[in-house]
Nanobody
Framework: QVQLVESGGGLVQPGGSLRLSCAAS????????MGWYRQAPGKQRELVAG???????NYADSVKGRFTISRDNAKNTVYLQLNSLKPEDTAVYYC???????????????WGQGTQVTVSS
């Protein structure tokens, strides 16, 4: 009953930019936190950026100064602005959300389907 739908991935040249979006829908009471992870072939999944309900953010050292996470609480949507992209940013990017379900008020973690970001000349 909860779904995270991602969009915005694609192919860009080094130095280019993309904006990823992730919209949560379904039976949601509140969203405690949302974030972005990525996984490249042969590598483990890593946290890229996260944003908590209070607005605090955190970033992987490798993307600090280049990526920006933001949210629109009214739309249950999180964004990731990717600037100054490098080939090593190539990966499948996954949206993550910690969502409290109505009635039970139980927190669950949900994942989006993933969106491919490819940085290549």
């Amino acid at each position: 009953q909860v779904q995270l739908v991602e969009s915005g991935g694609g192919l860009v040249q080094p130095g280019g930019s993309l904006r990823l979006s992730c919209a949560a829908s379904g039976s949601i009471f509140t969203i405690n936190a949302m974030g972005w992870y990525r996984q490249a072939p042969g590598k483990q999944r890593e946290l890229v950026a996260g944003i908590r309900s209070g607005g605090s953010t955190n970033y992987a050292d490798s993307v600090k100064g280049r990526f920006t996470i933001s949210r629109d609480n009214a739309k249950n949507t999180v964004y990731l602005q990717l600037n100054s992209l490098k080939p090593e940013d190539t990966a499948v990017y996954y949206c993550n959300a910690r969502i409290v379900r109505p009635i039970s008020l139980t927190e669950f973690t949900y994942w989006g389907q993933g969106t491919q970001v490819t940085v290549s000349s």
